[in-house]
Nanobody, 121 residues
Framework: QVQLVESGGGLVQPGGSLRLSCAASGTIASILTMAWSRQAPGKQRDLVARITSGGSTNYADSAKGRFTIARDNAKNTVYLQMNSLKPEDTAVYYC???????????????WGQGTQVTVSS
């Protein structure tokens, strides 16, 4: 089995910062693309940022210049550094990853359970 576990969410004031972490565990041969998405109440889940195994990144327009995605391949962990947070960033943040459990099978997409981020004064 493979599990993704997010941490680092919480309540922060507008203009503040948070760093989310997501660690993958289980039977893992290789992790390909890792990503963060978010879902606000009553809205669809949207991609925030993604990072390839080679370190290439891309961001949603709402995240550009404020959020930074990074990964530690040795720890099977992806991070999302969020700065200059706004009330509209309030959402449940989910990580997901394309993971090869062995080198003889296709990659499968796995999701974490989500972590709540609330930006409010």
């Amino acid at each position: 089995q493979v599990q993704l576990v997010e941490s680092g969410g919480g309540l922060v004031q507008p203009g503040g910062s948070l760093r989310l972490s997501c660690a993958a565990s289980g039977t893992i041969a290789s992790i390909l693309t890792m990503a963060w998405s978010r879902q606000a109440p009553g809205k669809q889940r949207d991609l925030v940022a993604r990072i390839t195994s080679g370190g290439s990144t891309n961001y949603a327009d709402s995240a550009k210049g404020r959020f930074t995605i990074a990964r530690d391949n040795a720890k099977n962990t992806v991070y999302l550094q969020m700065n200059s947070l706004k009330p509209e960033d309030t959402a449940v943040y989910y990580c997901n990853a394309d993971i090869l459990r062995t080198y003889y099978t296709s990659a499968l997409n796995y999701w974490g359970q989500g972590t709540q981020v609330t930006v409010s004064s």
